[in-house]
């Protein structure tokens, strides 16, 4: 066996059974098929629609917090069906609270944010009835006495996950699970982070999506599983003609993916072009997409830490914020009492407070 192994690892042309076929597969298909970004965005009306939103994270009152500026500036983005967008962007940019802006799971004028022509927060039809996926970065749900982000875990097997999903087409379910290598057989408690990530993608990807909203979710996948989704996605976005936005921070083989790339930077969607109107990318060489990217941020770090030694200038004077009791990290984790507030309703014990921080 080990001597018919190694004379067929010598000849190029010999079969070689050990090597996993999916991974093949996705990069042959990734080469045959080519890229029609130009045809696909013709389609009448968009897939996403922004106009003109800004956006805040509220406070306990619903407000949005004394002092700070808005996460989300005026951003106007058009997405047609049939375009593979990649939502880049340095950290904390804005990517996850607009991709969740767009999946309806924030509160935002309604006029302002349209999916498929429909009112992303208000129109809850959009995601029950599947016509808008978002899947996030974690697999995570919040258990009373463990804690909030637990990963989804439990000893029954993967498959009752997948068949919890009314209404899917048997071909569809099979084709996903295949596409993903996932068994579904599988122990919920026992997977690791990459398999758990999959059973979680089967589950988003399940039933046939108008739009998909993907928020770094290949970042526990191996290579060949990444490829294996990429090709399925592109194939997706070709064939049935859906809207995928995509933020993530691996590009690797993602310059034969993506129609479009959309690059927010301080709250600001600075562009949204095709592929083949950026100067580094159109050419879709391997490796191009990293090394285009790193010049935009670098771009980017130089403005910011200007903005900040301005801002540094113009210093404010100290806040007391308040834990309420709240998880860190949620909408409303903290109560900001500025110094007019303080007076007017005369929060002035909080600043005594073992549960006040000072912040500048
Ligand atoms: N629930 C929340 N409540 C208040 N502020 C939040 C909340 N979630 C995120 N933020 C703040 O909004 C800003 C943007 O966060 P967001 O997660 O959208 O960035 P991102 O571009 O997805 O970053 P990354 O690339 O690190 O994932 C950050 O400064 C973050 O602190």
Not at 221 to 230: C, N, Q, S, T
Request: overall charge positive; hydrophobic content about 40%.
């Amino acid at each position: 066996m080990a001597n018919a192994k190694a004379k067929a690892d010598a000849d190029p042309d010999a079969p070689k059974p050990w090597l996993r076929k999916p991974g093949r597969d996705a990069t042959e298909r990734a080469e045959r098929a080519p890229v029609k970004t130009a045809e696909v965005v013709s389609i009448d009306g968009p897939g996403i629609e922004v106009r003109g939103l800004t956006f805040s994270y509220p406070g306990l009152d619903g407000s949005p917090l004394a002092g700070t500026t808005p996460l989300i500036r005026d951003m106007r983005l058009r997405l047609a069906p049939g375009t593979c967008t990649l939502l880049l962007g340095a950290n904390g940019a804005g990517k996850t609270t607009l991709l969740k802006i767009l999946a309806g799971k924030h509160l935002v004028p309604r006029e302002r944010v349209l999916v498929l022509g429909r009112e992303a927060f208000y129109d809850t039809g959009l995601t029950s009835s599947g016509d808008l996926s978002f899947i996030g970065g974690n697999w995570q749900r919040d258990v009373a006495f463990a804690g909030y982000n637990i990963p989804l875990a439990g000893d029954f097997p993967a498959s009752r996950m997948l068949d919890s999903i009314p209404g899917v087409d048997p071909a569809r379910k099979q084709r996903i699970i295949e596409v993903l290598d996932v068994d579904v057989n599988w122990r919920m408690h026992k997977v690791s982070d990459g398999q758990r990530r999959r059973v979680q993608l089967a589950w988003g990807l399940m039933l046939p999506y108008k739009v998909l909203l993907l928020d770094e979710i290949t970042v526990d996948l191996d290579v060949l599983g990444r490829a294996e989704l990429m090709s399925f996605l592109r194939s997706e976005c070709i064939e049935r003609q859906v809207t995928i936005v995509y933020a993530t921070h691996i590009f690797d083989g993602l310059e034969s993916f993506m129609s479009h790339v959309a690059f927010v930077a301080n709250g600001e969607l600075k562009f949204c072009k095709k592929f083949e109107d950026i100067e580094g990318l159109k050419d879709r060489e391997p490796g191009s997409l990293l090394a285009t990217v790193e010049g935009w941020l670098r771009e980017e770090y130089v403005l910011q830490r200007e903005r900040k030694a301005l801002e540094k200038k113009e210093k404010k004077d100290f806040q007391f914020n308040r834990n309420n009791g709240w998880a860190a990290g949620r909408t409303t984790s903290t109560v900001t009492f500025g110094p007019t507030l303080d007076q007017t309703r005369n929060h002035t014990g909080i600043a005594g407070s073992s549960n006040a921080v000072m912040r500048n």
